[in-house]
């Protein structure tokens, strides 16, 4: 892929739409995440948005998956699964999900603190949220797909944090992962070229002890980091606009 498709701006709209469904679902388990509860409760929070904004998941059976979020706690980074774990004062909790509205995919993460906020996970997630930043601000008509990795990359690194290999963001359009691949990490002026019009899902993801291994569970799905410490993962689904990018998933 030498560029990175333009959409249409009526399709564009569609992916808006899509992406301020995701928003809401975010902001709703925001809200519901506290002590006590389970993950299995914020997949439900999340289905109950869907069915309100009468959009459908692009989670629920993606590969057999089973819920409309990916719940990861503390060590678990991406791919965590809902069920009757009970969130705890002091948990780090990532929240992944997306919607199809029309046929048009939007995606998005956030990590958030479960009651008492501790410094280092504070400092851990707004480093993530900054690394996001700077992939968005790189994303400009005529730079390329490693430009966002590099200003992913330069932030992550540069505050100590680990980041997997082998997980990146991607298009996305008419399905949640299209061409092409988009790394956090990367050259300045490799890879595909950006458009106006170019959407893509940004999300790095951060590992606290500084090492980049991850492990799969037995589970088949959860992602932790092999050295057990903590993680961040933040995502924004983003076009390029001839005034700069703009954030789709948002409210
Ligand atoms: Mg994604
Ligand atoms: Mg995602």
Redesign the pocket.
Known sequence: MRQVTARRDADVATMRRAGRVVAEMHQAIREAAEPGVTTARLDQVARDVLARREATSNFLGYHGFPAVICASVNDELIHGIPGPRELADGDLLSI?C?AIVDGWHA???FTMHVGTVDGDDHRLVHVAEQALMAGMAAMHPGGHVGDIGAAIHTVVAGAGFGSPHDYCGHGIGRAMHEEPDVPNRGRRGKGPKLLVGSVL?L?PMLIAGGHDDVLELDDGWTVVSADGSRTAHV?HTVVVTSRGPEILTKL
Do not use: C, T, V
């Open positions: 992944d997306g995606d998005a993460a899902a999300e995502e």
